[in-house]
């Protein structure tokens, strides 16, 4: 694999780790309330998924091709090599049923229209990804 695409490729998975994406997937697995068995190993194929996406991104962007045989390999190196670091950033750390706590959800302010005096309104409509979700 060349030692560029491979520094994207690992700088991509250090950029998920360390932003606010495994909160917001989180948040999303838990507004969807999906029947799985484990909302740790859904989220976590959510990520895995994203992740795994890029390298045809960076190669589609960099040499106008699909990952040819051998950098999938070396990438499923990468993402076996870093499968734990990846999963254990899902671990509940004392939330219930791995909620995230109102002050870190992200928020996404949008202004309304009254129709009764044509003013508009700032609201606060919660979202995950971008997808507004409804409160409980």
């Keep these: 694999m060349d030692p560029l695409l491979r520094g994207l490729c690992e700088q991509f ?7 606010d994406e495994i909160h917001e997937v989180k ?17 976590f194929g959510f990520l895995l998924g994203s992740v795994y996406s890029q390298l045809y991104i960076h190669c589609l962007n960099m040499y106008n091709r699909v990952p040819n045989e051998e950098e999938i390999e070396n ?6 090599r ?5 999963l254990t950033k899902f671990e509940d750390h004392g939330n219930p049923r791995g909620a995230i706590p109102e002050e ?3 928020q996404d302010k949008r202004k309304t229209m009254s129709f009764k005096d044509n ?10 990804l971008g997808i507004p979700i409804q409160g409980k």
């Design 119 to 128: 003013t508009m309104k700032s609201q606060h409509i919660p979202s995950v």
């Design 13 to 19: 998975i250090d950029k998920k780790l360390e932003s």
């Design 104 to 106: 870190l959800r992200p």
């Design 27 to 43: 948040a999303l697995m838990n507004s969807l309330e999906l029947p799985v068995d484990s909302k740790k190993e859904t989220s």
């Design 82 to 86: 870093r499968a734990t670091e990846m």
């Design 75 to 80: 990438y499923h190196m990468i993402l076996r």
